[in-house]
């Protein structure tokens, strides 16, 4: 940027943005189920790009608990978006490729990144494209084998 003064202002502004989007949200008790994957909180960040200033880089972070008693594979997480956000994806492969044991009763932290197009929005326009990230495409791996006497 040419002008210090207002690559400053951009940068304190997108700061503010970053901070006044993060948000986090648990799982109400009566809407635990009592055995398979939970996603027990989630926290969503919002931020500029340093190479484009017309993109927003939205950074999610969840855990995600395996509450059977069986290990599992964990293959790849996708966060599942709204249209109007799907539309403005700068890459659509936004899923993450993970290949992770998870074992029984534990949890795994997992975090992922997306960027979206957001020329000619200002602080005001992003907000109001309402980006929540609450649902996941999740695909796992688990060795089944036969009940013997």
């Known amino acids: 940027m040419k002008n210090p003064k207002l690559s400053m202002i951009l940068i304190f502004l997108l700061t503010i943005l970053a901070l006044s989007g993060c948000s986090s949200s648990g799982v109400k008790t009566d809407e635990i189920v009592e055995d398979g994957l939970n996603i027990n909180s989630i926290s969503i960040g919002l ?7 017309g993109i927003t880089v939205v950074r999610y972070h969840f855990n995600l608990w ?65 980006i929540n990230v609450k649902e996941f495409n999740i695909a796992i791996e688990q060795v089944v084998g036969i009940n013997e006497p």
Do not use: Y
């Open 47 to 53: 931020g500029g790009s340093e190479e484009d200033e």
């Open 66 to 130: 395996n509450r059977t008693n069986k290990s599992i594979i964990l293959k790849t997480v996708e966060p599942i978006l709204s249209k109007d956000i799907q539309e403005r994806l700068i890459d659509r492969d936004i899923k993450l490729d993970i290949n992770e044991k998870v074992d029984g009763n534990s949890s795994e932290e997992l975090t992922g990144t997306f960027k979206l197009d957001t020329k000619g929005l200002d602080k005001e326009g992003i907000i109001q494209l309402n």
